[in-house]
């Protein structure tokens, strides 16, 4: 069952690796996006490995279906193009900062919670679902959708500014 | 069911909207209805004065004071959908995507009058403001305006984050963010602490909507940069929501620290706005200027904490509303293509249009506060409730200051009637001319008549405390 068990992680940490480097190393954005979109969904599939579903279905909710469409829009409304500054090979200066700065985070990050990792002391305590879901449209059912009111101003809002700007470029 | 009557304003705008909302995906522009609309909306908000209750599980109260800012929220909409009918700055296709983003806009505003809750108010406030940053830029061919959309909304950003950080403190301390618990909670520094240091962080976001100084920067940049009609709407209606919800805070009556640190703002507030505004050109920048000024004479009663300061802040909101709406109404006639209007512009203006000089007058004795306007009540409400609560420095130093003010605001009085007359001939309808003349009447007759409107406010603010 162990062996079952870390043969799905693996195959999990590769689709995050591999997403990862499709972002990093995409020439057109849009790809870069579709390989943002693998590496969260990776990660969701990691919260379903620990036992977490809810989380893992948030996950999937938030992160692969509202952030990954919000940063599409933003893709499309400023029309870069895969001609961009971006495409251009860079550095080898460029290379080096790159791949120090990140790296020298992980390592040490890793190599600190893996040598001081502190015993967990609080039980973590079970909440329903329900519950969550309860807390959210009881008391706070105003605000609750309040927020939806709030997203479709924002959204509108973007539509409406990216058209506008369209409009004078073409001027 | 009885109770939807209670929600009787809001779902009238929310149908206003909706309505706007299907105009602008049909493409149609047709929106001359809309005044109507928003006019019928003063006597709905009007007919609910008379309710009372609490809705949505004690986070939405219906009381007077709520009914009261709902009818200034109304009637400003009105003034300011009139006044931007004539929009020149803004392209045709997209007339009905700006009424909506107003109507949202006011939208936010009535939430924020009945909002008892804190998350409530949070939320509503970020509704009223992201409307707002939508409205600004929208003034074709001018980068003016993107800059004063970036500063609102970097600075909003700023500040309304630095609001829920505040919450989370209060939440901690006492574990709950409704406001009729809060108010039997204890507020002395040495009690609660916490809490107290996130009320003010709280405040921050509504004193950022005043442009209290410090947090005045995006102000005058945002006025000179939007189109005059956006600008009316920024410089009037987000503050009838920071100001009912500052008056429902300032009736936990936190401790004396936070009131100083809240003095000593409102002292710098007004002392820097009116001397800035003595050296501007641009009159829609000297009102800009003149607005931090004003922030901090509300502030004055928010910290006496009496029922005659809170219901003179009140008052206040309310001559501060008319006199703006007025001084920009003459503002966005004068400019026929919508232009920004400087001082010079003014010359001659009582010969040219001697019943807009007449307005312009009644405005800025009113924002100087010369009697007998509305402005001149307010300030003195004002100044006697702050008097007597260890206030008393600065209530010496806002007298001083309304002295420094009486300068730019007499000036602009100077202006318009020295014998210069221009040649520009001036296309003003005749309506346009009736509801400046209301205004001018309505800044002179609360100003001779102020007590029953005081009286009622009174009554108003006597709810909020049990």
New interface residues.
Partial sequence: MDKIGLGVFLAHVLIIVAGGLVTVFARSLVRALTGLIATLFGVAGLYFLMAAPFIGVMQVLIYVGAVSILIFFAIAFTKSSHLGEEARPRKQSQWFFLLSVPGLVIFSLGYLLIKFIPQGFLQPQETQVKDLGGFFL??????FE??S??LL??M??AV??GF?KK??RED | MEKVILFGPEIYLLFIIFILFVQSLAKSTKVNWLPYATFLGIFISIFSFKFNGVL?????KIDFLSQFFKFLTYLGLTLCVLNSLKNKTL?QE?RA?YY??MG?SS?GLL?LSS?V?I??I???L??TS??L??LV??R??DPRAVEGAVKYMFYGALATALGLYGVSYILASKHTTYLAILLQESWKWSEAGLAILGLGMFLLSFLYKLSLFPFHFWSPDLYEGSSNETATFAATMPKLGAMVVLIRLAALSPDFNLKLALGIMAALSMTFGNLLALVQRDVKRLLGYSTIAHAGFIILGLVAGTKLGLGAAAFYSFAYLVMNLAAFWVITLLSQKGENITLEDLKGLAQREPFLAFVLAAASFGLAGIPPTVGFSGKFFLLTSAWGHGFNWLVIIAALNTALAIFYYLNLVRLAYTKEPEEKRLDISLNSRLVACLLGVAIVFFGLIPQNLLSFLIKAVNQLTP
């Fill in positions: 009881g008391p706070y059912m105003l605000p309040l927020i009111l709030v101003v924002a509108m809002g409406i500014l506008e409009i004078k | 949505f599980l004690g986070t939405y392209s997209i995507e909506l983003f949202l939208l939430f909002a809750e998350f409530t949070y939320i509503a970020e509704l992201y409307s940053y939508v830029p929208l074709n061919q």
